[in-house]
């Protein structure tokens, strides 16, 4: 590990970081430029909480639910 390739980025002191380099040339805490997130965001589908077509459902479940109350509220 001693002789393996230094990661090289700047620490907030101005020395070189002196942890060893991963294959993209930079330590684990100094990685560099990330790809982002894969293209398509399924990984952040799970559960479809936040869709519109659920945002719609949970609208028009509280229109039914105020219109229900206000007719009950009538009725007394």
Known sequence: MHRS?????????GSLCRSGAMPNGRCRLH???SPGAPK????????GRY????AARRRD??????????????AE
């Open 31 to 33: 990685g560099g430029l």
């Open 40 to 47: 398509g965001n399924k990984n952040a589908f799970k559960h």
């Open 61 to 74: 479940i509280a229109l039914l639910l105020r219109s229900t109350r206000r007719l009950a509220k009538d």
């Open 5 to 13: 390739r230094r990661c090289g980025a700047r620490t907030r002191s």
């Open 51 to 54: 869709t519109a077509e659920a």
